[in-house]
């Protein structure tokens, strides 16, 4: 649905497609808040208060403690030491396939975590937020143009272009992402599954290694 109205759209400048992308999103139930609404560290990029929400309701029926809910956010977290390869690797890995997880109560068998509810069931339990102008510090102080969180984790990062600017493209976005926020902020990344480019008009996405020759481009409706 957010494909077919994106191809739709007519040229935007960057702040005006942000905006619309975000309302397409909202129509879609995403949550929205701005970056400057969430208290936090900026070197922070998780949004740990819904993980922690998401956690609880999720496993409410298992009784899960606040200690355990605080103990999976470690191992969701926690940095393996590796390249921002491997890091995002294994990330990407353990959201997809869970983890087990000592109860607190040593008498009760390992509680299987995992950090987005696919079945069916519990699919209720995710919470979908996008973000605008989410400043991020690392190695430089950089400000996505919006970030989607699932369940508090920054699995989806956006960067728009203006079409009507000369002399800039997509390709200018995907150099962003993968060059220079790959450099200076490589804490939001260990958890991007996809990265999004767009001017409005011509829209791609892939993930952070992906060449940009093989970017997918939203070419039919």
Same mark, same amino acid.
């Given at each position: 649905y957010v494909k077919r109205? #994106?191809?739709k759209?007519?040229?935007f400048n960057e702040s005006q497609l942000e905006q619309s992308i #975000?309302? &397409?999103l909202q129509e879609?139930? $995403?949550d929205y808040a701005k970056g400057e609404d969430i208290t936090r560290? &900026?070197?922070e990029v998780v949004l740990r208060d819904d993980l922690a929400t998401y956690l609880r309701n999720r496993y409410k029926n298992d009784s899960i403690t606040d200690t355990e809910v605080e103990a999976a956010i470690r191992v969701i977290t926690q940095k393996q030491g590796g390249t921002l390869y491997a890091e995002n690797c294994h990330t990407i890995n353990l959201l997809m396939d869970g983890f087990s997880l000592k109860r607190e109560d040593t008498t009760k068998q390992n509680l299987y975590i995992y950090p987005i509810a696919f079945d069916e069931p519990n699919q209720k339990h995710n919470i979908f937020k996008v973000v605008n102008q989410f400043d991020i510090v690392g190695l430089q102080h950089r400000i996505p143009d919006a970030i989607i969180f699932v369940n508090g984790l920054p &699995? !989806? !990062?956006f960067e728009f272009k203006n079409a009507l600017k000369q002399n800039t493209t997509i390709e200018n976005a995907y150099k962003q992402l993968t060059i +220079? $926020? +790959?450099r200076d902020i490589p804490a939001l990344l260990k958890y991007t599954a996809f990265i999004v480019i767009s001017d409005g008009v011509n829209n791609k996405f892939g993930t952070l290694y992906t060449p940009y020759? =093989? =970017?997918y481009a939203w070419r039919k409706v």
């Open positions: 109205k #994106i191809m759209m007519p040229y #975000i309302s &397409l879609q139930g $995403y560290d &900026l070197d &699995l !989806v !990062v +220079r $926020y +790959r020759e =093989f =970017f």
